[in-house]
């Protein structure tokens, strides 16, 4: 802030100049004192002068709506809503969310520090204000092959940007855990930042080991007791509601008046449907508020934990010098946002995002789409040579719905001409995922439940976190036809049937995201997501399932380019269970 502005603050503080703006007869939602005030909002150069009776060059009258700090995600994957970030930052301000905290590890994982570049210039003159955590495993294991590979050398210079807050997610607490040195370098550049964590299930003297490390927060709580324990050790938790993992039920519990300043709320990664359909923070304080949080904590876990947490000051709470970022409700309890102020101007009016800065982002990535031609014959499974059983036993990734980590089984494969194939009488779908940065061949082939798929097939480019192609289906036809569009297309979704391409969502920017509007890109979603449930799928997000079943660091079995990941053994097993 200039020495002018500073001195215009005080000056509208202390009543000797009027303000640019008063926002009258709010009912404030006070995070600090826990209450709600009545009075008069003014506002200054975008910042909250004070409470009170203001002149001001221009009145608004809220006649009694609720006025809350614009609200903030601690934890968000912008790339996981399929959306470029100036028409993310256009969804989700309809919502209230004023600021994010972005960690672009899926943008990173495909284009490395270009990755990481590209969100922070695309976030400019936004209606959001975008910070950014540096993606600290990249990849995210050394059993799938990304794009590219960040050291700690990479990310060092980007520690100087303003929007920079520090080091994301550290998921590989195996290297944490074995004081892994190129691990440990990650987290020593970042000593004076906050450093967030990512340690699915996590307990006893390693989780100890994590936490010494200078680990801060985890969002990857599933059950109270693992959050309460991980609370035990110091975290911050950070309580996620996404498309595929809803954790708020079963944490709830724990936010109590004492605990309430280690709670944080974030999204991690929610599609664009969800987003225009439930909404963001503001559907996560809808949601506690009705599991008997009280609502004015719900308020704070969504805006003043997470500018506290992450050292954003001036941010997250109404109050004298903060920025004014404030979200008008008129039902605090439905958390129903009727206006947006951004630094004191309007910028949602009626759930309508005022703003008409231009869609697209300067400079967009450059393809990202590179395979070698993919063959019919590349997807067949020939049965090994030497099992030991006709049919052979097979290791098989237990899909779980609303969930991100997986189960193991073992089926006896059905076998056609000396080949592994699909069986769908036991929702046994064929899984293939194939590598797509290098145009090494590399192909990874392996077998899932849970899908329940009775024909076709699905193939998508978004495939956590290497974002390799991937591919669920009956058949190989279809699977290799889906594919086949999936390159044509330069990343997507598609679903396949009979020789047929039945709809897919087109995602041309890294294969990750589109670059249409955000109402049409949520209407291919539920396109492809309606095609998918003719095929016999019954998962309320189908490809966001699909999108975790590559991701080799949670869950206990899960399958990359480079063949089945035993992750809790954290190596390639055979399909062959013998």
């Not at 006709?390 to 980590?405: G, T």
């Not at 990343?491 to 709809?503: K, S």
Request: net charge negative.
């Amino acid at each position: 802030m200039s020495d002018n502005h500073l001195r215009d603050l005080v000056n509208v503080a202390a009543g000797r100049r009027p303000a640019d703006l008063v926002l009258k007869n709010a009912r404030i939602v006070n995070v600090v004192s826990h209450e709600i005030q009545t009075g008069h909002v003014a506002i200054v150069r975008g910042r909250i002068a004070g409470i009170g009776d203001y002149q001001a060059a221009e009145t608004i009258d809220l006649k009694g709506r609720y006025l809350c700090p614009g609200f903030m995600d601690a934890h968000v994957h912008i790339e996981s809503s399929m959306l470029a970030v100036p028409e993310f930052a256009r969804v989700v301000i309809a919502h209230g969310t004023t600021t994010v905290i972005a960690d672009p590890h899926e943008f990173a994982n495909v284009m490395g520090t270009e990755g990481i570049s590209y969100v922070l210039r695309s976030a400019k003159n936004g209606p959001i204000t975008v910070y950014v955590m540096l993606s600290s495993c990249v990849p995210a294991s050394p059993l799938e092959s990304a794009g590219a590979e960040l050291t700690a050398e990479d990310l060092e210079p980007f520690l100087t940007n303003p929007w920079v807050l520090g080091l994301a997610e550290m998921m590989n607490y195996p290297g944490v855990v074995a004081a892994q040195p190129e691990v440990l370098d990650k987290i020593a550049i970042s000593k004076d930042w906050v450093v967030d964590g990512h340690a699915p299930s996590l307990s006893g003297r390693e989780l100890t080991a994590y936490a010494a490390a200078g680990i801060m927060s985890d969002h990857e709580c599933i059950t109270a007791e693992e959050a309460a324990e991980k609370l035990r050790q110091g975290f911050h938790i950070m309580i996620r509601e996404g498309s595929q993992t809803r954790n708020l039920e079963a944490l709830v519990p724990l936010v109590t008046p004492l605990t309430a300043d280690r709670f944080l709320f974030c999204t991690d990664d929610k599609d664009v449907r969800d987003l225009i359909e439930e909404g963001q923070i503001d559907y996560m304080i809808r949601r506690a508020i009705e599991l008997g949080l009280d609502p004015i904590l719900a308020v704070r876990l969504g805006s003043f934990n997470t500018a506290r947490y992450f050292g954003i000051r001036q941010t997250g709470a109404i109050l004298p010098g903060y920025r004014a970022d404030l979200a008008v409700l008129d039902d605090l309890e439905r958390c129903r946002v009727v206006q947006v102020y951004r630094q004191g101007q309007l910028v949602v009016e009626n759930g309508r995002c005022l703003d008409d800065s231009p869609r697209q982002a300067a400079a967009p990535l450059r393809s990202s789409i590179n395979v070698q031609p993919i063959d019919l014959e590349d997807l067949a499974m020939p049965v090994p040579e030497g099992s030991s059983t006709r049919p052979p036993n097979v290791h098989v990734i237990e899909v779980l719905d609303n969930r991100i980590d997986t189960e193991r089984g073992i089926e006896p494969a059905r076998v056609e001409e000396n080949r592994l194939v699909a069986d769908p009488d036991r929702d046994l779908a064929k899984l293939v995922v194939i590598e797509r940065h290098r145009a090494s061949g590399e192909i990874g082939h392996g077998f899932a439940r849970g899908f329940k798929l009775r024909s076709g097939a699905l193939a998508s480019s978004v495939a956590h976190d290497a974002h390799n192609l991937v591919a669920v289906g009956t058949n190989d036809r279809d699977m290799h036809l889906a594919l086949q569009r999936l390159v044509k297309l330069n990343g997507g979704l598609v679903v396949a049937r009979d020789g047929e391409v039945l709809a897919d969502a087109p995602l041309p920017i890294a294969g990750l995201v589109t670059d249409q509007p955000a109402d049409i890109a949520a209407q291919q979603l539920r396109e492809v997501t309606e095609a998918a449930r003719t095929l016999g799928c019954e998962f309320a997000q189908p490809f966001m399932a699909l999108s975790f079943l590559s991701l080799s660091v949670i869950g206990k079995l899960k399958l990359t380019n480079q063949g089945l990941i035993d992750v809790e053994r954290f190596n390639v097993i055979p399909l062959i269970a013998d």
